[in-house]
């Protein structure tokens, strides 16, 4: 079965310092990875995506995430974060199972950033 | 803009009382999903339907059930809510269930039990 792990349920930051929310992958098959935010009281974003093709996504906000298939990887990362990066950030797994995708998500990283 | 628009944003209904959460999409996608997220926890898929093929989870509660009238609208209904129904409830939508299609996410509604 596929499924990810996050590593890390709460992250914290200063302003302006590196990002890095960690997602490892387990998957027999090539894998379809996603990172999703969201924030208070709110549904979920998509930040990026990896299918097939260039290993390292571009997605929006600034964020990128590289997919690493010898580590299994698919770790999120920002240059410098921002307050209004301060979210719940999901990997997840896209399935397909019975006439639809499903996706099967990590447990969350509660991304704090501080003055 | 195109979107997923889920209403209301926040329900309260009595133990036991059946109630029924409303999602609508302008997307006009294929897929639609109902996921169930407990607070601090992932979202858990509880059921999809492909057109008009419903696809239920295996672990999904017989309480829960769940309408798609037309391609816009879908409806969960908790046929008699307990306690621990009590959580934020997501409708997505996938322009087709091809493995790898990004989906859409309503703002979901929250729903309280007393």
């Known amino acids: 079965a596929q499924s990810v792990t996050q590593l890390g349920s709460h992250v914290s930051v200063s302003e302006g310092a590196l990002v890095l929310l960690r997602c490892n992958y387990s998957s027999s098959v090539p894998p379809y990875l996603f990172w999703y935010v969201q924030y208070p009281n709110q549904g979920l974003q998509l930040l990026l995506k990896y299918t097939t093709g260039a290993t390292l996504v571009k997605g929006i906000n600034g964020f990128e995430a590289e997919f690493k298939k010898s580590e299994t990887s698919f770790h999120l990362t920002k240059p410098s974060a921002h307050m209004s990066d301060a979210a719940e950030y999901f990997c997840a797994v896209s399935v397909f199972t019975g006439g639809g995708n499903k996706l099967t998500f990590g447990t969350g990283t509660q991304l704090k950033v501080e003055l | ?114």
Not at chain 2, 71 to 85: E, H, M, N
């Open chain 2, 1 to 114: 803009d195109a979107m997923v628009i889920q209403n209301p944003r926040y329900q309260v209904t009595q133990f036991g009382k059946p109630v029924t959460l409303s999602c609508s999409q302008t997307l006009n996608h294929n897929v639609m999903y109902w996921y169930q997220q407990k607070s601090s926890q992932a979202p858990k898929l509880l059921f999809h339907y492909y057109d008009k093929d419903f696809n239920n989870e295996a672990d999904t509660p017989d309480n829960f059930q769940s309408r798609r009238p037309n391609t816009s609208f879908c409806f969960l209904d908790i046929r008699s809510p307990g306690l621990g129904d009590a959580a934020m409830y997501l409708c997505a939508t996938s322009r087709d269930p091809n493995v790898g299609q990004p989906q859409h996410f309503g703002d979901g509604t929250r729903l309280s039990i007393l």
